[in-house]
């Protein structure tokens, strides 16, 4: 099982990211995507979630209206689109994939929003 994420980088404030992650060695259209992120020290914080089919969207209060969680289950990928960003949403993000009790990690990828 794999969970590979990218395109976190540097951004000034108001810019936009859009993080990937490609996912292998399961079967992609069963499960549940989230983005989560994590500052160091700071506990884990669940961002967004996306539905098996893509159907249902949800979001963390902080990034409703900024952000947007999508998948394509032809290419086995979950997507964050990340506008407006904010200096408070640097951190490093990770994506998790979940079906009952099977939960699968990446790596993460850092997002710095400075100017």
């Known amino acids: 099982v794999q969970l590979v994420e990218s395109g976190g980088g540097l951004v000034q404030p108001g810019g936009s990211l859009r993080l990937s992650c490609a996912a292998s060695?399961?079967?992609?259209?069963?499960?549940?995507m989230n983005w989560y992120r994590q500052a160091p020290g700071k506990e884990r914080e669940w961002v967004a979630a996306?539905?098996?089919?893509?159907?249902?969207?949800n979001y963390t209060d902080s990034v409703k209206g900024r952000f947007t969680i999508s998948r394509d289950n032809g290419k086995n990928t979950v997507y964050l689109q990340m506008n407006s960003l904010k200096p408070e949403d640097t951190t490093g993000y990770y994506c998790?994939?979940?079906?009952?009790?099977?939960?699968?990690w990446g790596q993460g990828t850092q997002v710095t929003v400075s100017s």
């Open positions: 998790n994939a979940r079906l009952l009790w099977r939960n699968y």
């Open positions: 060695g399961f079967t992609f259209n069963s499960y549940a």
């Open positions: 996306i539905t098996r089919t893509g159907g249902s969207t």
